[in-house]
């Protein structure tokens, strides 16, 4: 009855925005797939929604009844309508699945679906000159409480630039060759909210969660991470205290999963389910191409196309950033800067991208070039000086600084003494 009614309104009313605005297809109209499909033809054609009389020209045995129902009641009612009939055949492709004992697919696809329920959406306009008191107390608000609105890079410098990771719109990508840090800075990422009492998800598609852990202990106790992973006697006393005391230095949590603890390569169902589950503030996934295309794409452009609508997809029903890594391509010039188009498999990663930031290195000097934000300028690069075996980073003001300042050996023997004259404190 309600796809009848909401024709009816179209062709009495004449009026178009209600196909335009609420993006409706044929998919919700399964009983009257022609009648809509005439409508929209003579309206893409002439530019309106045809009138009564010209309708039933061509379709004699239609039922017009008057329709008095507010449109955005009858928006709602078709929504539920098309879910409904979605959510049917997906119970019955489930209870076929679970009859063939296949629990995992049976799970996927219900998780699936319950992703791709619409949702109607009423245009609501707002005069921006009425609006701007309350403008001006959101910003207020925003000067006020940074962490209600902002999460901290790790890298300050970056905070001045981009504000922090938008606790609310973020879906940000770090981009590099192999063997230039993606993973550790990531992993910066995630201990920096950590650290503002954030409970951190981080999806480690490659590294074990053992390797993932000496990393945390080098980038936040500055413990040697060669000295770590082979087990070096010399450190086993040091280790002992920063461990028995790391409870009391950080505030927040980091979850970390990996394919072998679900039982093979993530999608972006299974992220959702770890969002849920462990009821994560910020999400980091490393990487976009040690993920599981749950649309089963088979060509590596097209997958990676849909792992990053679905990452989209996610950021925006779940409301928390999402950091990811992903791989840059072969066609880095000869300068070593990267762009947008350098990023791998898809340009859709940009694309879907509020902040793109693009990782080069040169020996021991590390530059972040910001490639993409929505919210502040392109096209700045910062440089630090590194000692990654130490999880050192300092930041290079200058450009001459990087060619003739402190080396990463010089910033890691400083800081040994700093570290060896406070180690209490770990």
Not at 12 to 26: C, E, P, T, V
Not at 273 to 286: P, R, S, T
Not at 350 to 359: A, E, I, K, R
Not at 380 to 389: M, R
Request: charged content about 30%; hydrophobic content about 40%.
């Amino acid at each position: 009855m309600i796809q009848l009614q909401v024709l009816n309104k179209i062709l009495s009313s004449g009026d178009a925005s209600l196909l335009i605005l609420n993006n409706l297809d044929q998919s919700f109209f399964s009983d009257y797939k022609a009648e809509f499909q005439f409508i929209k033809n003579h309206l893409d054609q002439w530019g309106k929604v045809p009138d009564q009389a010209t309708f039933l020209s061509q379709f004699r045995d239609f039922d017009i009844i008057e329709v008095n129902e507010n449109p955005n009641y009858l928006i709602d009612e078709l929504y539920k309508d098309k879910n409904m009939r979605g959510l049917a055949r997906t119970f019955n492709e489930v209870k076929r699945l679970l009859g063939e004992k296949n629990v995992d697919a049976a799970m996927a696809l219900y998780i699936k679906a319950s992703e791709d329920m619409a949702q109607a959406t009423h245009l609501e306009c707002i005069d921006i000159i009425e609006d701007g008191q309350k403008r001006y107390e959101t910003f207020i608000e925003r000067s006020n409480d940074f962490s209600k609105h902002y999460i901290k890079t790790g890298f300050p410098e970056l905070d001045d630039v981009i504000g922090g990771w938008d606790r609310h719109e973020e879906l940000a990508t770090i981009i590099a060759r192999p063997n230039v840090g993606k993973s550790w800075i990531l992993l910066k990422v995630a201990i920096a909210a950590a650290e503002q009492g954030l409970t951190v998800g981080l999806y480690s598609g490659e590294m074990t969660e053992l390797k993932v852990g000496y990393r945390f202990d080098t980038l936040f106790g500055h413990l040697s991470n060669t000295k770590l992973i082979h087990g070096n006697r010399d450190l086993q006393n040091d280790y002992k205290n920063f461990l028995d005391h790391l409870k009391d230095n950080i505030k927040g949590k980091i979850k970390v999963i990996t394919p072998v603890m679900i039982g093979g390569t993530a999608g972006v169902t299974a992220l959702r389910a770890f969002i849920d589950k462990e009821k994560l503030d910020i999400l980091c996934v490393d990487q976009h191409s040690l993920l599981e295309d749950d649309r089963g794409a088979r060509n590596p452009v097209e997958k990676a196309a849909n792992i990053s609508r679905d990452l989209k997809n996610l950021q925006v029903m779940k409301g928390i950033p999402i950091i990811a890594v992903s791989q840059a391509n072969r066609a880095i010039g000869e300068n070593g800067e990267l762009g947008l188009e350098n990023i791998a498999q898809s340009d859709r990663i940009g694309q879907d991208s509020t902040v793109v930031v693009g990782l080069s290195r040169k020996d021991d000097i590390l530059s972040l070039h910001l490639l993409k934000s929505r919210d502040s300028v392109n096209n700045k690069t910062l440089k630090y000086a590194i000692d990654l075996d130490k999880g050192i980073f300092q930041f290079i003001p200058f450009d001459s600084d990087a060619r003739g300042g402190q080396g990463s050996e010089e910033i890691r023997d400083r800081y040994e003494l700093e570290y060896d004259r406070g180690n209490d404190e770990f």
